[in-house]
């Protein structure tokens, strides 16, 4: 894979975080938090360090995307582990014969 392809797939990867993460916050913060949350961003527009700021929340929405993200997914079982399954199968199959 060429390193343009891995800096693609990396930001798709990145924007699903942000945009799942954004989506939790969302919906975990419905009603009256949603107007105290304007509040304090517009507190926050004025600061020195928004840039840092803003690098900070986009760390905190990529980490809810993943959590979000591990929590709906369902992973494969590991290769090992059905490996193993397999053979505990197989050995006890044999047994049985």
Do not use: N
């Amino acid at each position: 894979m060429t390193r343009a392809a891995e800096r693609h797939e990396g930001l798709d990867e990145r924007a699903l975080l942000l945009a799942a993460g954004l989506a939790e916050l969302a919906v975990s913060t419905v009603g009256s938090a949603v107007g105290s949350a304007l509040g304090a961003v517009r507190g926050l527009l004025g600061r020195s360090d928004a840039g840092e700021l803003a690098g900070e929340a986009e760390r905190d929405l990529a980490a809810r995307g993943r959590l979000v993200l591990d929590r709906y997914t369902g992973l494969p079982p590991a290769h090992l582990e059905t490996l193993a399954r397999l053979a505990l199968a197989r050995q006890a199959a044999a047994d049985d014969v």
